[in-house]
């Protein structure tokens, strides 16, 4: 069993596909114990509370199940590949869900903060990026850029590189929000309105009604892949 070590960067999301890539090579089979925390832990190079992240979101999809005093066995195998994409879905859609309540509280600071900093100069730059993302086209290849330019420009106008660097950490899953959204009918020019609506407070200098813009914004992403998944699903 090889397991390589990880690289800092949506850390347990590299252990949820370090494991699945070990159930579906055939190294777990349905009933076999993992590793302890610590063996894997090491392995990983990773801290135990980072892998009971990832354990976390297995178990919500049944791919592991953990036995008081037992350890955690391998529930089920991945052995449909419609059963599999259907999994891996869910899980990146958790882990998507679990970004944007993690943004309902660190970026409504971010943008009550870009509300009282914002230069003439910050203002333009937000401009900019919301121009360029009312040109997204949903077929290309990263139609997600322009909407992660938007929201790293705002922290930007915080002057907290501190703020800068958290937003830049998750832009991958920016990205990967971004292209399950837009896609859906209309979608792209409510998130333009709404991206409007945050620039609009910002330039007013009102954080409470950018927090709120915010918020709603939020709110309204996370309705979406939620109603999306319903469908997928066939519910």
């Not at 600071?109 to 990026?129: C, H, M, P, W, Y």
């Not at 997600?144 to 991958?172: C, E, R």
Request: charged share 30%.
């Amino acid at each position: 069993m090889t397991i390589k070590k990880i690289k800092y960067h949506r850390v347990y999301e590299d252990v949820i596909e370090q494991i699945e890539s070990l159930i579906l090579d055939g190294n777990l089979a349905p009933g076999d114990v993992l590793p302890t925390e610590r063996e894997l832990a090491q392995a990983f190079g990773i801290s135990r509370g980072t892998l009971r992240e990832a354990f976390r979101i297995l178990e919500r999809e049944g791919l592991i199940e953990t036995r008081p005093g037992g350890g955690r066995f391998l529930s089920k195998n991945l052995n449909q590949a419609e059963d599999q994409k259907r999994i891996l879905e869910n899980i990146e859609r958790a882990t998507i869900i679990e970004l944007l309540e993690a943004r309902e509280i660190f970026e409504t600071g971010i943008v009550e903060l870009a509300a009282k900093r914002a230069t003439e100069q910050d203002i333009s730059e937000i401009e900019s990026a919301l121009e360029k993302w009312g040109k997204i086209d949903s077929e290309s290849d990263d139609p997600g850029n322009p909407d992660q330019a938007f929201h790293l420009s705002i922290a930007k106008s915080t002057h907290n590189v501190v703020l800068v660097n958290l937003i830049d950490l998750h832009m991958d899953l920016l990205q990967k929000t971004m292209i399950k959204t837009v896609e859906i009918p209309g979608r792209k020019s409510e998130v333009y309105k709404e991206h409007f609506n945050i620039l609009q407070a910002i330039k007013e200098h009102d954080p409470l009604k950018a927090k709120e813009a915010l918020l709603y914004h939020l709110g309204q992403v996370k309705q979406n892949i939620q109603l999306k998944a319903l469908h997928s699903n066939g519910e």
